[in-house]
């Protein structure tokens, strides 16, 4: 049986080519589990003392922020057919602090095209922008990802 291959490779994206992911509705609990196990800082846990911290409020941890983003990338499914493994994040910026019953999107813009001579695979770098229910954008990044490219040649010397 042959391996299925990808409906697009690095360079089927288009430079500028955008995408918006569905909404997702965090919710106190689901907030507090999370911290509890990653990130158990009192402002993300305790009512009483995130009144008296920075932000004045329960917020949600910003590793949580980032899973949410991977969890919306990968159902709404733009990547889906080239697999979303990455060489790492660059930039991984928290603009603004995220409540604990916020609603978030992912917008995402395709910016670079690495091809790699001589590989299956070159990389495509995405900018993405968390936003939340009031339009303010609450965490970016650049994801750069693994992406099947079309057979290239070694370039001749």
Not at 52 to 70: D, K, N, P, Q, R
Not at 124 to 153: C, E, F, H, Y
């Amino acid at each position: 049986m042959e391996p299925i291959q990808p409906r697009r490779y690095l360079e089927d994206f288009d430079l500028g080519e955008t995408f918006e992911t569905p909404a997702y509705t965090l919710c106190e609990q689901d907030a507090r589990a999370f911290a509890l196990s990653y990130d158990p800082q009192p402002f993300h846990l305790d009512a009483g003392a995130a009144a008296e911290s920075l932000f004045g409020e329960l917020v949600v941890s910003g590793w949580h922020t980032a899973a949410i983003t991977m969890r919306l990338i990968v159902e709404c499914g733009v990547l889906r057919d080239v697999g979303i493994v990455g060489t790492g994040i660059d930039e991984l910026r928290w603009l603004a602090p995220v409540g604990s019953a916020s609603t978030l999107f992912v917008r995402g813009t395709i910016f670079e095209r690495v091809p790699r001579p001589g590989r299956s695979r070159g990389i495509l770098r995405v900018k993405l922008l968390t936003i939340d229910q009031s339009g303010a954008t609450v965490m970016t990044q650049i994801a750069n990802l693994i992406v099947p490219q079309r057979t290239q040649t070694p370039e001749s010397t």
